[in-house]
């Protein structure tokens, strides 16, 4: 494999990663009864709309059978640089165990 393929098939893997890492939060999202924009548009004041995540809301795609914890979540979300989010999810949890 040349290295032009194998940066393509990173970025592809990454994709598809942050794609899951999405979804995920959608999930943790619908099971907190929180609107995953709004939580989204609180981290990211400045930045339109996650076109990745409104598409995948859209798709009426059901994630019920996944439970995502809370740690998990944020561990998903830093580990994918979301750290602004993170923080906002972290506020989240901790307003749910008051």
């Not at 098939?9 to 995953?36: N, S, T």
């Amino acid at each position: 494999m040349d290295k032009k393929t194998f940066q393509k098939k990173i970025i592809e893997l990454y994709q598809e990663d942050e794609m899951v890492m999405i979804r995920l939060f959608i999930q943790w999202c619908q099971r907190k009864e929180l609107d995953p924009h709004v939580l989204y548009r609180t981290a990211y004041p400045t930045q339109r709309d996650n076109e990745i995540l409104t598409q995948l809301l859209a798709s009426e795609e059901t994630y019920d059978d996944i439970v995502v914890e809370n740690d998990t979540m944020l561990d998903l979300l830093q580990l994918f640089g979301n750290d602004e989010l993170a923080f906002v999810v972290a506020e989240e949890i901790e307003k749910t165990r008051k």
